[in-house]
């Protein structure tokens, strides 16, 4: 099993700054995909920033210029650095990874508890 731990949310005012960190533990062989999806109250789910295989980096459109995303393979952890926070920013951010426990075992969906980010006008 995969837990990950997250970090860093909490309530800012319009054009502020917050970091969200996560870490990966328990058994892992290797993380493929690490990245951050949230959710806002009556939304569904939505992917926010993604590093796949520790190269290739997607980003949400909404968030595209303001948000980073960073990882650290060696640590197992993955950052995302939100600038110039707008009130639509504010939702429930969990962290994400597609991960696998042993060699030549499958990869799997792992999933953060979540933390909340809000942003007031």
């Known amino acids: 099993q995969v837990q990950l731990a997250e970090s860093g949310g909490g309530l800012v005012q319009a054009g502020g700054s917050l970091k969200l960190s996560c870490a990966a533990s328990?058994?892992?062989?290797?993380?493929?995909?690490m990245g951050w999806y949230r959710q806002a109250p009556g939304n569904q789910r939505e992917l926010v920033a993604i590093?796949?295989?520790?190269?290739?980096?997607s980003y949400a459109d909404s968030v595209r210029g303001r948000f980073t995303i960073s990882r650290d393979n060696a640590k197992n952890t993955v950052h995302l650095q939100m600038n110039s926070l707008k009130p639509e920013d504010t939702a429930v951010y969990s962290c994400?990874?597609?991960?696998?426990?042993?060699?030549?075992?499958?990869?799997?969906?792992?999933w953060g508890q979540g933390t909340q980010v809000t942003v007031s006008s």
């Open positions: 590093i796949r295989d520790g190269t290739s980096i």
């Open positions: 328990g058994k892992i062989f290797r993380i493929n995909t």
């Open positions: 994400y990874c597609n991960a696998r426990t042993i060699r030549y075992g499958s990869d799997y969906p792992y």
